[in-house]
């Protein structure tokens, strides 16, 4: 079975503070990475996808990523109540699959 | 926009119903899932269909069967439903595309309590 740790949180960051949220994954062979943010009550809604070591940027949100290390990771600036959600991690599976393997979810609240 | 429907947000049957959730995609996505969301234990895949009549088992189809008869809709089926199915359901669609930027389009989720 494939795995796809987070730390479940929460996390507690101020308001303007930079939010860092990591995933670890155990297989190798995956490809590609996702965030997907989730807000109570609401369905999970993508935020960046990753497939190349290194870091992509969009706005406030920077995916990380290192295959050798295994891991990725999302970092937020300026970070915003608004911000406050549950951030899912989601690996493809190997061989380029298309079917992904969720991480429970780490909890962020960001106070003013 | 993408837009995939579930059509009830709630949904309270008794043990033992057959339950019938359904969902609806209206971007001619190739790829649709049922997904169950449960406290601590995150999204967990039941199954998924990557083309009409075609299934796949994901990693906890025990219980659960699925129908995919024209390209835009997936139904989860519940045989004989059992208070340990009482969950958030969620479908997600994703186009065929190179695997690497599959990106899940979640509907609202259903609600599910068996009594």
């Known amino acids: 079975q494939k795995e796809v740790e987070q730390n479940s949180g929460p996390l507690s960051v101020p308001e303007g503070a930079i939010a860092s949220l990591n995933c670890t994954y155990s297989d190798r062979g995956s490809q590609s990475f996702f965030w997907y943010r989730q807000y109570s009550g609401k369905s999970p809604e993508l935020i960046m996808f990753?497939?190349?070591?290194g870091d992509k940027e969009d706005g406030r949100f920077t995916a990380q990523l290192n295959k050798a290390s295994q891991y990725v990771s999302l970092l937020i600036r300026d970070s915003q109540p608004s911000d406050s959600a549950t951030y899912l991690c989601a690996v493809n599976r190997p061989g380029g699959s298309y079917i992904p393997t969720f991480g429970r979810g780490t909890s962020l609240i960001v106070h003013p | 926009d993408v837009k995939v429907t579930q059509s009830s947000r709630y949904l309270v049957k008794r043990t033992g119903e057959k339950v019938f959730l359904e969902c609806v995609q209206d971007m001619d996505h190739e790829n649709m899932f049922w997904y169950r969301q449960d406290p601590g234990l995150g999204l967990r895949l039941i199954y998924f269909?990557?083309?009409?009549?075609?299934?796949e088992k994901g990693d906890i189809p025990e219980g659960y069967s699925v129908s995919r008869e024209k390209k835009e809709r997936f139904s989860l089926i519940l045989e004989s439903a059992s208070t340990n199915q009482t969950s958030m359901y969620l479908c997600?669609?994703?186009?065929?595309?190179?695997?690497?930027?599959?990106?899940?389009?979640f509907g609202a989720g259903t609600r599910l309590s068996v009594l």
């Open positions: 990753i497939y190349s070591n």
């Open positions: 269909s990557y083309d009409v009549k075609m299934k």
């Open positions: 997600a669609s994703s186009p065929f595309e190179d695997g690497r930027r599959n990106i899940q389009y």
